[in-house]
């Protein structure tokens, strides 16, 4: 079965409603592991071979996050920064995370509206995405559109029930595709 890492990045997931929502979500599948990033190192001490070892394990890695000024919260990069070093996720020789699929599942306070050139942002949503998906591309992981979740602290029961379908029935299309790719000969 394809192997799934969540790497979990809340300041606060005790205020969360959507990343919480989220969390629950993959928390709840098979073949997936969790990796809270704010429970795991408060302290900001990462331990870098154990966060390598997990990836290593993984197929499709997931980094679910909030959006921070217009990024993601300050673990996460500081994840990024000593977890995908040179030598092993990138630079001469580095393959470890070599055709890996690699899916930015966030969570946005504005609504799609406020992302646009007219909206409280100046750009559309998509304008932020790329400092995220360059990180996976440098390190020759397979990038996958992110799961954008707006103003989602304002859902109905409704609308946050339709979000967990939305997102099921877009990791089952990952996974499947994610699985032909790396089980290629």
Known sequence: ML???VIH???RPGQSVVTADLHRFFASRDAVEVRSLYELYPDFDIDVAAEQQALLRADLVVWLTPVYWYS???LMKHW????LAHGWAYGEGASNLHGKAAWWV???GGDTAS???TGAHGRPFEEFVAPIEHVARFCGMHWLPPFV???GHAASAEQRKATGEALAKRFAEYQASTHSTTNKP
């Open 3 to 5: 192997s799934t890492l």
């Open 9 to 11: 990045a809340h300041p």
């Open 72 to 74: 993601v919260p300050a």
């Open 80 to 83: 990024f920064d000593q977890v």
């Open 106 to 108: 966030t969570s946005a």
């Open 115 to 117: 992302y646009s050139e």
């Open 149 to 151: 979740v707006h103003a």
